[in-house]
């Protein structure tokens, strides 16, 4: 009797989600498949095309630049930013005096809304007036022209991500708490130093977070969009910032290729679960799972 | 292990424990010092750019070498930038937008809280069939990337006749989202089960549980909730971009866009005054809520 | 319980139906009572938008039916399409010639040839360069708010400084004189440009056509890259070489904005460049004291029978198709068509007029001192217009993005035409065997 009662008000107490699931995610995650079939441009309805969007997706050197700029970009951001966030967080698990302080000047940045992002850093990498030239100048380094030079404005986007990494710099820091004092006590009598304490104790102890950060990191680097958007309107200078998010979003919206952007999106999600799955079969053998 | 449960410690300072060890220390503490201070003038310094740029006439903020700090201080910018072009039209309405942000922010967060509680609760405490199962689906889904979701659900959307309304901003707050159901349900799981058990011989329904015992105990992880969806919808800018089209209901992301000239060509002071009294709400907030922000996110990270 | 649940609860309640009755009747969609409101989204701002809300207001006061409410929308080519999609579309849209195509073939605008046909508006009226802007595929989709035409604009200060007396007649003499005219910086940067193709950017897709060459075949052919548009481009990348691909970037990103005194004509930083019969407005606005002229461009002395080649486009407005009161939509577009109003409506903007009759008023009052120079262009065998395909949006893209490769030195112009070609040929292929698929579709 109270199990059934219980039950019942498992399901209703979770009816929001359920329904919202259905709706907003499980539902058009499917007639995301269905559009990709077909030629859809929303003022009128779908004709089914086959297989057409796909194989003009492998054609369409637009799709292979936007995909090939936006591996390119992981490839960079994602292995800095997560040095980044966790040398943050190793120097902030110091336990130095005016922690918090440092720990909110770190903070802040991710915090910042996307467009404030974007346009801030546009000020400061302006070719004529911006600040950051202007300090390298100083410095005897002659800037590039960060948003005017193919060859720099991914790394001009990078350095936006960088000022960002607040936010896994904080989940970081909490696992480094985690780390049992214990262990790193041990291995200072065994003589260990400090970089082979972090290899050897340090890291494998929060490779959990390492890896659930990497995974996080995957999924949000390959669907960048806001920053880029605002800050290099169509992907200019020629094409180098051109993102796999903002192809399908033109494709979708000023295009009226609703089926192709489907399928761009669907190729997207393939992509990430592969990835992701990867990630999770190498991590069998690194991520060591503390008890938790 | 639950990070709610015990506060991070981030304060206290070390125990040399022989006299070389302390010596040692200190030049470690000192580089680590250093270090630190270098990184976060790197870290602070485009904050100071923004506010200093914010406050400069037009034309120091173009002057080479640059000016680093304005001799006097045009607080009127910030004036500025709310009325920019008032005079002429097609201006624009800052403050609208910021109304209009400000009301989605209240709809989302209520909806959030209200449907991630409640949800979480079954996932956390109640037992039913499928639960584990549905559960685990529900951590899949925070792989599923916007963009392959942008156009069936912009589909839907019209269907309802909903395009150029908030709705699609706001409704589907109401039906829980992956990330809070993941968060709450991890805090409901640590407090103590007998707690159910004696309000159930008591005779209370799952309901009074709820509201009377559970509720009660998680108002810091509510607040993160709370919190993490008001940043997320202030910040907002993909959705207002595909489903906002009359211009008088744009949010302040959208609307800080319009300082760019489509010509080329920038009120820079302006558009940096304007960037500053966006960023700013959301820092005041983090600065009254810091404890639970750190814990929040604390805790997604741990699994 | 605590006295805090008594009242938070509830309060949050309020608060949370307050801002969905806010939200709600700030989007709320449904009509008054009274005359028929009509929206309509215009692509204006400023002293632009002045003029044609002046128009709307003669509409709104010269009758008692209809109430036209006039928006300036930025970005007005996207977001009508989103709202075409979204089911929202406004009554009438003030987009770009060029939008046409694409509009029609998405099915996203209504054909009025019914409601011209009835108001007896025919094509003998507009000059035909403007009125091919306003057809498509054999049916009219949309009728001119405002026309335009190009020339070359010189600085006459600078033009004399450097001993020149007559503007450039082919594109030779213009790149000798913009040689002289151009002025370095004791650190070698750029300090006046003789001329910059870059600047203002609005044609970069065009240059080919000086030298005769054509974007599309007007039936499936992509043509970027024939010898007559490389040799436009070749020439375009002349001037980067000349002055140094990083120099012209960072000339450029120190430009102001376009209607403003740091215009980079308007501050005679560019002596000489290409642009449209509206300069004249922003000039007595911006920079009064500059001393300019404006004649037809040059052309280069290998193709004499490109003399008179001028960029014309035109504003347009269309029905979009899901427009509640098409009906009344038109009778305001109309209004603008009638030769009085047309004309009040240009010598607003300062432009000459799309019809082919012009009272002597127009020319009497019109304040651009060039305006016959203008009009004559429009007439001009060699008046270019972009292709009319429904591809053109992502054409255009690309030949920006093979533009800016091209300015910046990093392909030659034969390797830079020819990826566009590679790119969109197939992409036209589809999109013309879409569309038959779609018309075998509706039948």
């Known amino acids: ?292 | 292990m639950s990070a709610l449960a015990k506060d991070i410690d981030l304060e206290s300072s070390p125990e040399p424990a022989f006299q070389s060890h302390a010596k040692q220390n200190r030049v470690r503490v000192a580089l680590i010092h250093l270090t630190l201070i270098l990184l976060s003038i790197v870290f602070a310094f485009p904050f100071l750019w923004l506010v200093t740029t914010a406050l400069k006439p037009i034309d120091q903020t173009m002057a080479v070498p640059p000016v680093w700090i304005p001799r006097e201080f045009q607080w009127e910018n910030f004036g500025k930038a709310i009325t920019y072009n008032a005079d002429k039209l097609g201006y624009i309405p800052f403050l609208l937008y910021a109304r209009n942000t400000l009301v989605l922010c209240i709809m989302t967060v209520a909806g959030s809280v209200a449907s991630n509680a409640l949800v979480a609760y079954s996932f956390a405490r109640l037992r039913w069939k499928g639960r584990d199962f549905l559960f685990a689906v529900t951590l899949a889904t925070m792989m599923v990337p916007f963009p392959v979701l942008m156009v069936p659900t912009f589909a839907l959307f019209r269907e309802l006749d909903w395009i150029g309304t908030f709705r699609p901003l706001w409704v589907p707050a109401w039906f829980g989202s992956a990330f809070s159901i993941f968060l709450l349900r991890q805090f409901f799981r640590t407090i103590p089960f007998e707690l159910s058990e004696a309000a159930k011989i008591d005779g209370a329904s799952e309901w009074r549980i709820f509201r009377d015992v559970v509720l009660p105990l998680s108002k810091p992880a509510l607040a993160v909730v709370a919190l993490f969806s008001f940043i997320g919808t202030w910040n907002d800018f993909l959705g207002p971009l595909i489903y906002l089209l009359d211009q008088k209901t744009f949010t302040l992301s959208l609307g800080l866009q319009f300082y760019q000239s489509q010509h080329g060509g920038t009120p820079w002071n302006l558009l940096m005054a304007a960037s500053t009294i966006v960023i700013l709400p959301v820092i005041i907030l983090f600065f009254f809520t810091q404890r639970l922000f750190i814990q929040g996110i604390a805790i997604t990270g741990l699994k | 319980m605590i006295r805090l649940n008594d009242i938070a609860l509830p309060g949050l309640a309020l608060a949370v139906l307050a801002a969905i009755a806010a939200s709600e009747k700030m989007t709320d969609r449904s009509n008054p009572p009274g005359p028929v409101r009509i929206t309509y989204w215009e692509k204006w701002t400023g002293a632009e938008f002045d003029g044609i809300k002046g128009m709307v207001d003669d509409f709104n006061r010269s009758q008692n039916r209809i109430h036209v409410d006039i928006l300036s929308i930025s970005d007005v080519g996207n977001k009508t399409m989103l709202a075409v999609s979204g089911g929202i579309p406004p009554d009438i849209a003030g987009l770009w010639g060029p939008n046409v195509p694409q509009y029609v073939d998405d099915n996203a605008v209504i054909p009025l040839d019914d409601f011209c046909l009835e108001a007896g508006i025919k094509e003998e009226d507009y000059i035909p360069a403007y009125w091919q802007i306003a057809t498509y595929k054999g049916h009219v989709y949309a009728l001119p708010s405002t026309p335009a035409s190009t020339a070359l604009h010189y600085n006459t200060r600078l033009l004399q400084e450097a001993g020149i007396t007559k503007p450039p007649v082919t594109l030779e003499e213009m790149d000798a004189m913009a040689e002289k005219m151009t002025k370095k910086n004791p650190d070698g940067t750029i300090k006046v440009a003789g001329f910059l193709p870059a600047e203002p950017g609005w044609w970069n897709w065009g240059w080919g056509y000086l030298f005769g060459g054509r974007l599309w075949d007007g039936k499936d052919k992509i043509t970027a890259n024939s010898a007559d548009n490389v040799k436009g481009f070749e020439w375009v990348q002349s001037y980067s070489k000349k002055y140094g691909p990083a120099q012209v970037q960072s000339f450029k990103s120190g430009f102001g904005n376009f209607s403003s005194p740091q215009n980079a004509f308007m501050s005679e930083q560019v002596a000489m460049e290409i642009q449209g019969v509206w300069m004249h407005n922003y000039t007595s606005l911006y920079a009064p004291k500059l001393k300019w002229a404006a004649s037809p461009f040059p052309y280069p002395s290998t193709r004499p029978d490109r003399k008179d080649t001028t960029f014309v486009d035109m504003d347009v407005l269309v029905i979009p198709r899901g427009a509640k009161h098409p009906k009344e939509a038109f009778e305001f577009i109309r209004f603008v068509q009638e030769q009085k109003n047309m004309e009040k409506l240009c010598l607003s903007h300062q432009k000459n007029s799309p019809l082919r009759k012009v009272s002597d008023d127009f020319w009497k009052r019109h304040g651009n001192p060039y305006i016959r120079l203008f009009d004559r262009l429009a007439y001009s065998k060699n008046a270019v217009n972009t292709p009319r395909i429904g591809i053109w949006p992502e054409y255009q893209s690309e030949i920006n993005n093979a533009f800016d490769e091209i300015a910046l030195n990093r392909k030659t112009p034969q390797d830079a035409l020819d990826a566009v070609v590679a790119r969109m040929q197939p992409k036209l292929d589809q999109y013309l065997r879409r569309l038959e698929m779609r018309q075998k579709v509706n039948h």
């Open chain 1, 1 to 292: 009797m109270k199990r059934s009662k219980e039950g019942l008000a498992g399901y209703l107490f979770a009816a929001p989600w359920l329904i919202g699931m259905s709706v907003f995610l499980l539902y058009p995650l499917a007639s995301s498949i269905y559009y990709s079939f077909c030629d859809y441009s929303v003022l009128k309805p779908p004709v089914w095309v086959g297989m057409e969007n796909y194989r003009e997706l492998f054609q369409d050197e637009v799709f292979w630049k936007a995909a090939g700029n936006t591996a390119m970009y992981a490839v960079m951001a994602l292995p800095i930013g997560m040095a980044t966030a966790m040398g943050l967080a190793m120097l902030l698990n110091s336990k130095v005096r005016g922690m918090t302080v440092y720990r909110t000047i770190f903070f802040l940045p991710s915090l910042v809304p996307m467009v404030s992002l974007a346009v801030l850093w546009l000020w400061l990498l302006n070719g004529e007036h911006g600040i950051v030239n202007e300090l390298l100048k100083h410095g005897g380094i002659k800037g590039p022209n960060w948003l005017g030079d193919p060859a720099w404005s991914k790394p001009a986007l990078m350095l936006t991500g960088i000022w960002g990494v607040g936010n896994s710099m904080l989940i970081y820091l909490a696992s480094l708490q985690d780390v049992p004092t214990s262990l790193l006590e041990a291995a200072q009598l065994d003589g260990a130093n400090a970089w082979q304490k972090t290899r050897n104790v340090t890291i494998p102890m929060i490779s959990p977070v390492i890896l659930f950060n990497l995974v996080m990191g995957i999924i949000g680097t390959l669907q960048v969009f806001a920053v880029p958007y605002v800050m290099f309107p169509g992907g200019s200078p020629a094409r180098s910032t051109y993102f796999y998010a903002m192809y399908l979003f033109d494709n979708a919206f000023r295009y009226n290729k609703m089926g192709y952007a489907s399928a761009m999106g669907w190729i997207m999600f393939l992509v990430i679960l592969t990835l992701t799955f990867i990630s999770l079969r190498l991590s069998d053998k690194h991520v060591h799972y503390g008890g938790s």
